[in-house]
């Protein structure tokens, strides 16, 4: 079936270093992305998102990247901040495909002082 | 900020009783969602729920499981006869000011709640 997952499961950072989280999905229907973080014991927090009629969008300390042609997104944090450290989802959404969301399995990133 | 609230935070039960999660989703939202997640795994979508419907629901979501919106603020997700593995965290997620239609992108981004840890013994 379609699928949303994750490259890495945990990805140790220092701080002050740039973090990179990476993405693969497969619905190649999907045309809206989003990135969620959650920390423990929370529910996820809206980071960013970003349609597939784009290629590129930045929020603050934040840039999230798709690659279309190989169903790949990335997660980009400048100067990674021990408030940082969570567990990030990507999660994809088609339009008219029952406005839910399909969530990846999540990368733990670990920001070392 | 707005922000949607779920109570109870932590919710203990007996195999075979009934449970009702409660979530006040953010005041101008049209679109309402439950989730899932099993300590550990991902979240796993369970509803949609707009214009006093349900819009959209996943294989989890069987004869068991309900949803209602019986006021103008609260959206509720009952479990009739409570399993072992429905043991998780259920968040509930809204989306969708008034005014916007169609696949308007704001539509799109679904706020969650902080979660109902539910445990079933």
């Known amino acids: 079936g379609e699928s949303v997952g994750l490259h890495l499961p945990t990805l140790s950072v220092q701080e002050g270093d740039n973090s990179i989280i990476n993405c693969a999905y497969s619905?190649?229907?999907?045309?809206?992305f989003i990135w969620y973080k959650q920390e423990s014991g929370k529910g996820p927090q809206f980071i960013i998102d970003?349609?597939?009629?784009?290629d590129k969008r930045q929020g603050q300390r934040v840039t999230v990247l798709l690659n279309k042609t190989v169903k790949h997104l990335s997660l980009q944090i400048a100067a990674t901040q021990p408030g940082d450290s969570a567990v990030y989802f990507c999660a994809e959404f088609e339009t008219g495909g029952g406005n839910k969301l399909t969530f990846g399995t999540g990368t733990q990133l670990k920001v070392e002082l | 900020e707005p922000e949607v609230t779920q109570t109870p935070s932590h919710q203990v039960t007996q195999m075979g009783q009934e449970v009702i999660l409660r979530c006040v989703p953010i005041s101008n939202h049209l679109y309402f969602y439950w989730y899932r997640q099993i300590l550990g795994q991902k979240v796993e979508f369970l509803v949609s729920?707009?214009?006093?419907?349900?819009?959209?629901k996943s294989e989890i979501f069987d004869d068991q499981f309900s949803v209602e919106r019986p006021d103008g603020s609260n959206f509720t997700l009952k479990i009739r006869s409570t399993k072992l593995e429905d043991s998780a965290m259920y968040f509930c997620a809204s989306s969708g000011p008034s005014g916007l239609a169609g696949g308007s992108w704001p539509k799109n981004i679904q706020y969650f709640g902080a979660g109902t840890r539910l445990s079933v013994l």
């Open positions: 619905n190649s229907a999907s045309d809206y």
């Open positions: 970003i349609r597939s009629n784009m």
């Open positions: 729920f707009y214009n006093n419907e349900i819009s959209e």
